[in-house]
């Protein structure tokens, strides 16, 4: 269900909100059974040997449970969020403390928001099957221009000199970003399997870190290669307590180099963590 290439008269808010959950629901189930008959079939071929790290909760805060979250990052003391879903996507300013929206804006209701990354001044947020990026003034959400990207725009982050953008599959697209244009690319592997459904990303300490969709799990990449470093398990982080939702997937990766903090959350989530991770046994 292409919901992004509807006929216009037929994008009321309603229509919108109904394609969304539909096509998420789908793509999640449909997504999980082919998960589920491709790790086994890993699993029987092949064994990583890439380190597994554990974690714990620092601090907890308040995230909006009906977010879609698909981009987190905080840059300067201020927490950007991005979400999804058609005639639902926006990019807003979030109080840290209090999980309040502060400021935000609408995305246009033909686009599925993704990833964000912030750039110098600018804040850049990409887009699902529209394969467009939009950039942003950081200081008022002020929508400055789009750009063309050669595929599915799923996670954004940067390494001070390229933009970097993931599809969903295992590939990571290196960008200029004067031009916007694919300088380089990596496939991403542990060892001799491909890392696949890279989803938001963020830069931290030299190494890519991404959310696998439909995982708990965190994976750390090597941008010179795209080896995997490691893993972080999250999978104790959702209360077990608690019902979840099959789209309340791990989604928004954080990282505060000032003050070397480290927050997630997901898709629904009712919160948003800080974390470290611990060193692998």
Not at 85 to 97: D, K
Not at 125 to 152: H, K, M
Not at 223 to 252: H, T
């Given at each position: 269900?292409?919901?992004?290439?509807?006929?216009?008269?037929?994008?009321?808010?309603?229509?919108?909100?109904?394609?969304?959950?539909?096509?998420?629901w789908a793509r999640s189930l449909a997504l999980a059974v082919l998960t589920g008959i491709a790790a086994?079939?890993?699993?029987?071929?092949?064994?990583?040997?890439?380190?597994?790290?554990?974690f714990r909760v620092v601090a907890s805060f308040p995230h909006d449970p009906t977010a879609f979250t698909?981009?987190?990052?905080?840059?300067?003391?201020?927490?950007?969020?991005?979400?999804?879903?058609?005639?639902?996507?926006?990019?807003?300013?979030?109080?840290?403390?209090?999980?309040?929206?502060?400021?935000?804006?609408?995305?246009?209701?033909?686009?599925?928001?993704?990833?964000?990354?912030?750039?110098?001044?600018?804040?850049?947020?990409?887009?699902?099957?529209?394969?467009?990026?939009?950039?942003?003034?950081?200081?008022?959400?002020?929508?400055?221009?789009?750009?063309?990207?050669?595929?599915?725009?799923?996670?954004?982050?940067?390494?001070?000199?390229?933009?970097?953008?993931?599809?969903?599959?295992?590939?990571?697209?290196?960008?200029?970003?004067?031009?916007?244009?694919?300088?380089?690319?990596?496939?991403?592997?542990?060892?001799?399997?491909?890392?696949?459904?890279?989803?938001?990303?963020?830069?931290?300490?030299?190494?890519?870190?991404?959310?696998?969709?439909?995982?708990?799990?965190?994976?750390?990449?090597?941008?010179?290669?795209?080896?995997?470093?490691?893993?972080?398990?999250?999978?104790?982080?959702?209360?077990?307590?608690?019902?979840?939702?099959?789209?309340?997937?791990?989604?928004?990766?954080?990282?505060?180099?000032?003050?070397?903090?480290?927050?997630?959350?997901?898709?629904?989530?009712?919160?948003?963590?800080?974390?470290?991770?611990?060193?692998?046994?």
């Amino acid at each position: 269900m292409r919901c992004a290439y509807v006929n216009r008269a037929a994008e009321t808010p309603l229509f919108l909100w109904v394609c969304s959950w539909v096509f998420a629901w789908a793509r999640s189930l449909a997504l999980a059974v082919l998960t589920g008959i491709a790790a086994l079939s890993v699993a029987l071929a092949w064994t990583s040997s890439a380190p597994v790290a554990d974690f714990r909760v620092v601090a907890s805060f308040p995230h909006d449970p009906t977010a879609f979250t698909q981009g987190l990052v905080f840059h300067a003391g201020e927490l950007f969020e991005g979400t999804g879903l058609y005639g639902q996507s926006t990019l807003r300013r979030v109080e840290l403390e209090s999980g309040l929206v502060q400021q935000q804006i609408a995305l246009p209701k033909h686009l599925f928001g993704e990833g964000i990354t912030v750039w110098d001044d600018e804040i850049i947020q990409v887009s699902w099957r529209a394969r467009l990026g939009i950039r942003y003034d950081r200081a008022t959400l002020q929508r400055l221009g789009t750009f063309r990207l050669s595929g599915e725009g799923w996670g954004i982050a940067h390494d001070g000199q390229h933009w970097i953008v993931s599809d969903g599959s295992d590939t990571l697209h290196f960008l200029d970003p004067a031009t916007q244009q694919e300088v380089r690319r990596v496939r991403v592997h542990d060892g001799p399997q491909a890392i696949t459904r890279l989803n938001e990303l963020e830069f931290i300490d030299g190494e890519i870190w991404a959310n696998i969709w439909l995982s708990d799990r965190l994976v750390r990449i090597s941008p010179a290669d795209g080896a995997v470093i490691g893993y972080v398990d999250l999978s104790r982080l959702w209360p077990a307590s608690r019902i979840r939702d099959p789209q309340a997937v791990l989604n928004g990766i954080a990282y505060d180099a000032k003050n070397r903090r480290l927050f997630v959350t997901g898709k629904y989530w009712p919160r948003l963590y800080q974390i470290e991770v611990l060193s692998a046994d």
